[in-house]
């Protein structure tokens, strides 16, 4: 009679046992997609310190560049348009951080890795596709928010920029912009053939972003058609959000709209990824 009731409870469903069993198996499961994402990105950190060319655009080249745009800062009106030099350059610094410590770096890095067939070994594992794509951008997009948090306290205390004055917004603007560079880095990298070349195909953005998206030039000097059409840039809408949010000349109006624009171009930019990226070397 017993060895009948163990038999019987032996049959029943586990959900039956235990109701919170399918709860339980997914917080395992999610803790052990932590666990690989977090070996991943320790790993693409290790062969992110490992490449000087690399670190050295990444860490220098987003302090140097905003002091190049200043003798041109100098010879505009930016009182007129209610900006200061420290604020202007804090945005350019920002940007250029966006554009060289993320983007290029990434580009770089997806290449590299499809070419060395590391992509198409970790797809064999257990490893998703987005997971495999996260974890090679953590440590880029780790390395663009920590340059972001120095920068802004560096233009505050030396260049006079104040402190922000919708915080919030600019918080917003720096984290998209990281998101939006990341999945725009990915996109590159689908029509990038060799990692030698990764530094010319990522070239198009990096000049439309830093003449037209308000990094070198504010889009209060630009002739106002001019303007309306760079607001419509991957890049503006961050650079925009980064620059209200500091200076408080964001109406909520505006703000929608860059958020809109934000929105949109990642939308896009994730659909064109999982489009067209390449897992295996292009031939």
Known sequence: ??????????????????????????????????????????????????????IVTALLVPLALPFSVRPALDRMDLEATGLSV?????????GFSFLFAVYTALVSAFVARREELVLKRLR????????????????????????A????????????????????????????????????????????????SAQVTA????????VGSGIAIPPEVMP?????????????????????GWTGRLTGYEAQGALAIALAWTAVAVFAVRRWFRWEPRR
């Open 1 to 54: 009679m017993s060895t009948r009731t163990r038999t019987s409870t032996s049959a029943r469903p586990t959900g039956a046992e235990k109701p919170g069993a399918r709860e339980h198996q997914r917080t395992d499961r999610a803790a052990l997609a932590a666990r690989r994402l977090r070996a991943l990105a320790r790993a693409e950190f290790t062969l992110l310190g490992r490449n000087r060319t690399v």
């Open 86 to 94: 420290g604020a202007v350059m804090l945005t350019a610094a920002i």
């Open 124 to 147: 064999t594992g257990e490893l998703g596709d987005g997971e495999i794509l996260a974890g090679t951008t953590l440590p880029a997009m780790g390395l663009g928010l920590v340059q």
């Open 149 to 196: 948090l120095v920068l802004s306290v560096g233009c505050a205390v030396l260049l006079n920029a104040g402190a922000p004055e919708a915080a919030y917004l600019t918080v917003l603007g720096v984290v998209w912009g990281l998101v939006l560079c990341a999945a725009l880095a990915a996109l590159t990298a689908a029509f990038t053939r060799t990692a030698e």
């Open 203 to 210: 070239l198009p953005l990096i000049f439309v972003s830093m």
């Open 224 to 244: 106002d058609r001019l303007a309306s059409v760079c607001a419509f840039l991957p890049l503006s809408p961050a650079i925009r959000l980064v620059q209200g």
